[in-house]
């Protein structure tokens, strides 16, 4: 099937094409232009499998997720127009899960999150733009939790404890 809007002419602004004999489909949407915006399927009106969204020409990816039963469930991966990754997540049941790496247009990773249950739990580490460790500590239910250490040219300049007693800044 194609669909169309009012000032599209022979530009379709969705395709769907469906797979015989289930609620399966493939889906492309386009701009009025017809530029391709995103690509993914459905099983009936929920998210299934691998969708694409694109930069704006139209062929570099610039969002790549996967979905089971409508929500994000597997790794989410943000590029750069040049192709490069600048974030990969990872997702169960629509919230994050697991490792979560952010990277600089350099390619370098600049920081390194880990969730669960869609809140900050477990390790956290930042780097400079030359990938050298400047922040080290973890995180439980969102909040700073136990030894954060921080680092200048490769050396340890302070730590800290968290929580911090009695109110303590």
Known sequence: FKFFC???????VLV????????N???????????????GEMRGKLKTG??????????????EEHYKDDMLDGLKTT????????EVVNYKAGKREGESRYYSPA???????TYAND?????????????????????????KHGLWQYFEGGK????????????QK
Request: aromatic content about 14%; overall charge positive; charged content about 30%.
């Open 16 to 23: 769907k094409d469906f797979d015989a004999g289930s609620d």
């Open 25 to 39: 489909a493939s889906l492309r949407y386009y701009t009025p232009k017809g530029r391709l915006e995103s690509t």
């Open 50 to 63: 691998k969708w694409a969204y694109y930069h704006k020409d139209g062929e570099s990816v610039m969002i």
């Open 6 to 12: 009012e000032n599209c002419k022979d530009q379709p």
């Open 79 to 86: 590029f750069y127009p040049d192709g490069s990754k600048t």
């Open 119 to 143: 809140m900050l739990n477990g390790p956290v580490k930042y780097f400079d733009a030359k990938g050298n460790l400047i922040i080290s500590g973890n995180y439980k239910n969102d909040a």
């Open 107 to 113: 390619g370098v990773e600049i920081k390194f999150f």
């Open 156 to 167: 340890l300049v302070k730590e800290e404890r968290f929580p911090k007693p009695n109110g």
